[in-house]
């Protein structure tokens, strides 16, 4: 993964434990993501250039409040199996709320260098 960002989704899932009672939580996604890059087909000296690549998002922690506390959820845990399969069902989703941001980013950054 090459230039790096960062995304955190909050969700709430309901859930049932092993007594059979269903409770709801809320869980702190954070993905890791790469906006990939364009294929460059020739170098500026002529030589061959480089296929380039898709966006790619992968799953960096998960978090779920407990005591008012956030906490890590351990990599074996069913929460963070879920958080996973939701990135495996949903990556346009959340590729489309990258491309959001980096907009949103950019026209911050204008606005910015515009009011100096």
Known sequence: MARKGYILATHEIEHTDTG???????LRIHYLYSPGSPDVPYLRNGDPGYPGWGPEIELDFVEHEAGGKWERVPVDD?????????LEKHSEDVDSDVADAAIIDAEYAAEMRADR
């Open 20 to 26: 059979g009672i269903i409770s709801s939580t809320d």
């Open 78 to 86: 069913g929460l963070w199996l879920w958080a996973d399969s939701y």
